[in-house]
Each structure stands twice: as structure tokens, then as C-alpha cells.
């Protein structure tokens, strides 16, 4: 005799516990495209002034363009097709490259600049800087190999539900949970560096006797890259260990406090 499927009570209530995450998952994405823009508005004064107006084609420029601006269209548009406001979507509209494109050049451009504030603290120190710019590059390369092979496990299942109003897959390939390890752990990385140089700078060198650039970057990234790391894990936490309605709970709030 055939086992008997799951009861009606409890699909339902299976149901109600994936719209209440997926309704948590809207509010962090909401909050997250907030954050975004607003930080580009609040520094747009002193970026046309700093920036634009003595812009030059150098690789730093180019990673700030990717990042601020290159990334929040790609970012915009998964926070759209989340958010649930707009008509059924076809399945083919489901199987975009966008999401994958986005995730990668936000990658590219906000560990592009961590990396380079990094080298600029350890400029006295060659050695350490190249092979931090390798692991840079082994880390990218890793980040679009794993995603392009996630991308394409995905889309095999990938259909909309119209009832919950996003696209969704019908299942989770075990390489998923391996995609934010890799930046997260080479995250981890320059803070340590970061940490490890800021503390030499603050205890050998009176502050005031200090070169404020120095200062600067040992502040700021000391900051930065401790917040930047906490929210790499709790994101790595949640993709790992909550349910998988829950998995992208943390996932835009992470890309826009990097960004």
C-alpha cells in the first residue's frame, strides 16, 4: 500500500511558511535597494566633484563605474522581479543571464577595491601584494565558474509560480551551497591584512605624526572590512543553515552594503 502524501493542513501550512519567508526576504530586499541608492544620492556631490570632473580610464575608475553603477541596474533587477509587483512572468523570462551577470561584476567591483585599499596599505611589502592580486584573480575565476554551473543546474527547474510571484527552482543542486564560500573566505582574507596593518600603523606611529592617508585607510578599512565580513557570514550562515525559502534572505542586503 502506497504511503500517503502529506495532508492538506499541512501544505497549507507548509505554504504559509514559505510567503511569510518569502515576505521577509521582500522587506530585506526593499531595504537593501534603499541603502543602495541612497548612499549613491548622499555622495553624489563629492563624487562629481572628486571623481568626475578628474575622471581618467585607469582599472580603479573602471571598478568604481562597475560597482556603483554597472551593478545597481544588474542589481535592480532581480529587487524587481522579487518584489512581486508586476504581471506572470514567462518561464523563459525566468532563465536570464541577468542575475548571473550582476552577481559576478558586483564581485568584480567591490573586491576589485577592497583588494587595491589592501595593497595600498601593504605597499612596503611586494610579495604579500601579488600574491593577494592572485588570489584575487583565483577567487573571480572561481566565483563565475561556480555560478555559471549553478546558473545552468538551476534553469533545468527553473519555472514561475505564479502564486508566490517570482521565479522559482523545484530544486536546490548541492554546488548552490558552495558559491559564497569563496568570496567569503578571500573577504575574510584582507581583513585579516587590514586588521593586521592597521593595529602596526596605530601603535608604532602617533597618530598625529602619522601620514593622514595611512590613517585613513587603517580607519576606514578597519571598519569597512569588519562590517563587510559580519555581514559575509551572516549571509554564508543563512544560505547554509535556513531554510531554502530563507536563502536569500541576507543575499541583497550583503551585495548592497559591499557595493
Known amino acids: 500500500m502506497a504511503a500517503a502524501g502529506p495532508s492538506l493542513a499541512d501544505q497549507l501550512r507548509q505554504l ?4 511569510l519567508a518569502l515576505q521577509a526576504s521582500r522587506y530585506t530586499s526593499a531595504t ?24 581618467r580610464f585607469t582599472f580603479p575608475n573602471i571598478l568604481y563605474i562597475i560597482n556603483r553603477y554597472v551593478g545597481l541596474g544588474f542589481f535592480l533587477i532581480p529587487i524587481y522581479d522579487y518584489a512581486g509587483f508586476h504581471g506572470d512572468f514567462s518561464d523563459a523570462h525566468c532563465s536570464r543571464f541577468s542575475g548571473l ?8 567591483g567591490w573586491t576589485g577595491i577592497m583588494t587595491i585599499r589592501v595593497s595600498a596599505l601593504w605597499q612596503s611589502h611586494p610579495r604579500l601584494i601579488r600574491l593577494t ?7 573571480m575565476v ?18 514561475y509560480n505564479p ?12 554546488i548552490l551551497m558552495a558559491t559564497p564560500i569563496t568570496p567569503t573566505v578571500y573577504e575574510l582574507f584582507l581583513t585579516v ?18 601620514p593622514s592617508l595611512l590613517r585613513i585607510l587603517a580607519r576606514d578599512g578597519v571598519a569597512y572590512f569588519v562590517i563587510g565580513s559580519i555581514i559575509s557570514l551572516g549571509n554564508l550562515i543563512a544560505w547554509h543553515f535556513l531554510p531554502s525559502s530563507l536563502m536569500a534572505l541576507l543575499l541583497y542586503l550583503y551585495w548592497a552594503l559591499l557595493s
Open 16 to 19: 504559509e511558511e514559505t510567503l
Open 32 to 55: 537593501a535597494a534603499t541603502i543602495f541608492v541612497y548612499d549613491i544620492l548622499l555622495t553624489f556631490d563629492d563624487e562629481v566633484q572628486f571623481f568626475w570632473r578628474k575622471f
Open 101 to 108: 551577470i550582476g552577481f559576478g561584476l558586483a564581485h568584480l
Open 133 to 139: 592580486w592572485c588570489l584575487w584573480v583565483c577567487t
Open 142 to 159: 572561481t566565483i563565475v565558474g561556480l555560478g555559471t554551473v549553478t546558473y545552468f543546474k538551476l534553469i533545468e527547474h527553473m519555472t
Open 163 to 174: 502564486i508566490i510571484r517570482i521565479c522559482a527552482s523545484m530544486s536546490s543542486p548541492k
Open 193 to 210: 591584512l587590514t586588521l593586521i596593518k592597521a593595529y602596526g600603523i596605530l601603535s608604532r606611529i602617533p597618530g598625529r605624526e602619522s
